[in-house]
């Protein structure tokens, strides 16, 4: 295949840029590979995140062309390398070095939420019974790596950078995956209604779109919460129902 | 005098994948301060390459299951050089461990009656895996994880411990960095619990990320605990071969579990060409019956695939080198064929085998569902390591405990796929209980600072050593570590031998002095050079340890194979543990230990069973 240019940032919060390498490229190459050549050939300090190469750890997460994607899944065939392939870390996080991010921050925010809590168990060895097909969905969402390209893309986050207001795309499906878990006791609704910050989704659907693990997330996971929500908070005749059985 | 920040703990953890979690959760069980130290982000541990699934006698799908025949599968699959204490308390308590996930958060794949299903394996009398389609170590550790951030542990992330640190003969904490500035950090803790997993980037074809430098083995070696039986290196038979950058990525063993066979180019099922003793009572004589054994037949015996991962990688060895491979130097691996069996295949493979359906379609443009895969050997496991008491996990060195793939006894010659996940938990849990235990007894000791400014120095050296001696091809940190790759992949792989074994212990020293004066530009902000620099001393002796304890171990057995020794003992040698440790003038001595008499009780499932 020859050679390509790739167009790396690099430098940390106080100041980079767009660094150009010409590398050897060759057939099935992705471009996480490309970065390891440059890498080990011309720039022994880049910084770059990465484990398992293989799409299943979530840590290569970075901005192919403008596109976020995991770097270890994108092949170089699939780009045109008549131009420089641009690579660039998540934009949605503050830059730490080169390619790589403080997600620190989603950490924290999975810590604030409600655990997981079953109810007690089944049967008398401690576990519990459900049926596959009442699992399904759950073990969907169970799919995610926490790559947070969900969160990268997100413009209430990248954009509005409401991080403070809101958990992003990644932990409504974490909450998801434990409000409708068969056997989780808890009720988390009114958080994802006020500190959680549901409501500031407006459907786009941005997240499902680069979710690497292919999760539906706006309509298994959002779609319904909110639905959980309105049906928690506004429907009137619950709302009456409250009132009097105080 | 060296600048570091102090973080003072009763029990440090160093590793966060399942093994260190599992230790971290049982030590903050009660009110100790726990600490938790790990190389990448939490959760990124290798434990989610883990697919499969995780080894326990439950019996949901077969009831003659049980922690009797879980303990003889594993003694025959390690050819009988297991700790058979650690293999009796890994069956007997490994399905309370993965009911507990499930009490977690962790939703196992269901039984028609609403239990956890399980799976067949290799070397797995009964369907015995517990599993999440083919992404059970991701379910494991996302489980571990979620329920372990609101147990109270202080977690390090990006993280490494460069060095254990002593006061006197017992382990007083730990000196490390954190990748984002490169500052140093000093642990105290009353007790340390290694749980760093392996040792795959020593080879060039390898399952394993970055990571898997073999640290907390080094760590141990250094402060004085012994590590056994290194030679034992599982390749894994079925990593991707093709395209060349994928190279090693494993590919599940479920894949065969579900039905998959190995072909040769010329489409013959060459598996049942070989079928070792021990294993031809167990073994399906046609194909036709192994079929019926991956769907659950119970009369059936298992598919000559489903052998022990040593020589199912062996074969495929065989049929490459004799010019039967597949046309990039792999077998095929065929789960497509069974669309001649059930008539919704694809279906079906995309439903069980998920995540092997995503890693060929979308890194090798290849659709498993309708063409075989081309598939070989990948280093992807070591069961030697860090000796340990059975019990309570703690190795030589008061203090010190391992647990997980860095630790070594349960596995023997060759782990049990399935055996590691379940090792994790078991051993994972007793480490973390015997090490909160020893914190609880013991006074904490003060560190010693000296030791501290000496290793510090020793951390930065790469940034003061000079560039360029004078050659002009002096290697940087890469060069070395991908030298030493070849070097070990080469001599030091499925096929050794003393003159193999003999050239790479040479290779190995002069590749050491290099990696002393070794260069790392750049400053210590993220610095993957300078990490990679730091990594080499950690590879490099133990790789040292493979090689020497290879060249001790005069016989093939298990997943050491020796050319110039094919029998698998030694005449007159009994069976033995080869032991590696550092003598006091600081190099590297090698013994063996005859294996204990099995007790009187085990020796009878053994008899009975196999």
């Not at chain 2, 119970?298 to 597949?326: F, K, M, N, W, Y």
Request: hydrophobic share 35%; with cysteine; net charge negative.
């Amino acid at each position: 295949m020859g050679k390509a240019t790739f167009r790396i940032w690099r430098g940390n919060a106080d100041g980079a840029e767009f660094v150009n390498y010409d590398t050897e490229v060759s057939e099935g190459m992705v471009v996480l590979d490309a970065v390891h050549r440059i890498q080990a050939e011309q720039a022994n300090d880049m910084a770059v995140r990465w484990n398992c190469k293989a799409g299943k750890c979530g840590s290569c997460s970075a901005e192919i062309n403008g596109q976020p994607k995991l770097m270890c899944m994108t092949r170089l065939n699939d780009l045109s390398l008549d131009e420089p392939v641009t690579v660039e870390p998540m934009r949605a996080f503050p830059l730490i070095k080169d390619l790589v991010t403080d997600v620190s921050w989603n950490f924290r925010v999975k810590e604030k939420m409600k655990p997981f809590t079953p109810r007690p168990p089944d049967a008398e060895d401690g576990t519990w019974r459900m049926e596959q097909e009442d699992i399904d969905h759950i073990q969907e969402f169970r799919k995610c790596i926490e790559c947070f390209l969900c969160q990268d893309v997100c413009h209430v986050l990248r954009e509005h950078d409401l991080h403070d207001e809101f958990i992003g795309p990644r932990f409504f499906v974490y909450a998801a995956s434990l409000e409708m878990h068969p056997i989780d006791t808890e009720n988390r609704l009114e958080e994802l209604k006020d500190s959680d910050g549901i409501g500031y989704c407006n459907i786009t659907k941005c997240c499902t779109k680069v979710c690497p693990e292919h999760i539906t997330i706006t309509d298994n996971a959002i779609i319904p919460l909110k639905e959980r929500v309105v049906d928690q908070f506004y429907d009137p005749i619950k709302k009456l129902f409250r009132v009097f059985s105080r | 005098m060296a600048s570091y920040e102090t973080h003072d703990y009763d029990v440090l953890i160093i590793g966060a994948g399942g093994a260190g979690l599992r230790a971290a959760i049982e030590a903050a069980a009660g009110d100790l301060k726990v600490g938790l130290v790990c190389k990448s982000l939490l959760g990124k541990a290798h434990t989610v390459m883990a697919e499969g699934g995780v080894a326990a006698a439950l019996a949901n799908v077969d009831e003659r299951d049980s922690w009797r025949v879980h303990f003889a599968d594993t003694m025959r699959g390690g050819q009988y050089l297991s700790n058979a204490r650690m293999a009796e308390l890994h069956a007997k308590e490994s399905p309370d461990r993965v009911r507990e996930l499930e009490a977690w958060g962790a939703l196992f794949d269901r039984t028609q009656e609403g239990g956890i299903l399980q799976r067949n394996f290799g070397g797995h009398q009964y369907p015995r895996l517990a599993h999440v389609g083919d992404r059970t170590g991701l379910e494991m550790i996302r489980a571990l994880q979620d329920h372990g951030i609101h147990q109270g542990i202080e977690v390090h992330m990006e993280n490494t411990v460069v060095s254990l640190l002593k006061t006197g003969e017992r382990v007083s904490g730990a000196f490390g960095y954190e990748r984002e500035k490169g500052r140093f950090k000093v642990f105290s803790a009353n007790a340390v619990v290694l749980a760093t997993g392996g040792v795959g980037k020593a080879y060039k074809i390898t399952s394993n990320s970055w990571e898997y430098t073999g640290d907390g083995h080094s760590l141990a070696y250094h402060a004085g605990a012994e590590l056994i039986d290194m030679e034992f290196v599982q390749f894994h038979p079925t990593g991707m071969v093709w395209p060349p950058s994928v190279r090693g990525i494993l590919v599940t063993e479920g894949v065969r579990g579900e039905g998959g066979i190995l072909t040769n180019s010329e489409g013959k099922r060459f598996m049942f060409d070989d079928i070792p003793e021990l294993y031809v009572n167990q073994t399906a004589d046609s194909p036709e019956e192994g079929w019926r054994y991956t769907q659950g037949d119970r009369e059936a015996r298992r598919p000559p695939e489903l052998l022990t991962r040593d020589h199912v990688a062996r074969c495929i060895v065989r049929e490459v080198q004799e010019g039967r491979g597949s046309p990039h130097g792999g077998v095929f691996l065929d789960i497509a064929w069974i669309k001649e069996k059930i008539s919704n295949a694809p279906e079906h493979i995309r439903r069980k085998l998920p995540s092997m359906y995503h890693q060929f379609k979308e890194l090798a443009d290849i659709d498993i569902t309708q063409e075989p895969m081309e598939v070989g050997p990948t280093t992807h496991y070591i069961m030697g390591g860090i000796r340990v008491d059975a019990d309570s996990q703690m190795t030589a060195v008061p203090g010190l405990f391992a647990a997980g793939e860095c630790a070594a006894g349960l596995h023997g010659a060759n782990r049990l796929g399935g055996n590691s996940l379940s090792d994790l938990l078991v051993f994972g849990k007793r480490a973390g209980e015997y090490a909160a235990q020893f914190a609880e007894e013991n006074e904490a000791v003060p560190l010693d600072t000296a030791e501290i400014d000496a290793i510090a120095a020793h951390t930065l050296k790469p940034f003061e050593n000079p560039a360029d001696d004078g050659s002009g091809e002096k290697m940087g940190p890469y060069d070395i570590q991908a030298q030493l790759q070849e070097k070990m992949q080469e001599l030091v792989g499925i096929a050794r031998s003393q003159e193999s074994l003999t050239q790479a212990l040479e290779e190995i020293q002069n590749l050491r002095e290099q990696a002393e004066n070794v260069h790392a530009i750049g400053n210590r902000e993220y610095n993957s050079g300078w990490h990679t620099a730091l990594d080499l001393d950690c590879l490099i002796t133990i790789s040292e340890s493979i090689a020497l304890a290879a060249l001790e171990r005069r016989a093939s057995i298990g997943a050491h194979s020796r050319d110039d020794h094919p029998e698998k003992e030694e005449p007159g040698a009994g069976k033995y543990n080869t032991i590696v440790n550092k003598a006091p003038d600081g190099t590297m001595e090698i013994r063996r230990q005859p294996v204990d008499e099995l007790r009187a009780d085990l020796q009878e499932i053994i008899d009975e069973i196999g």
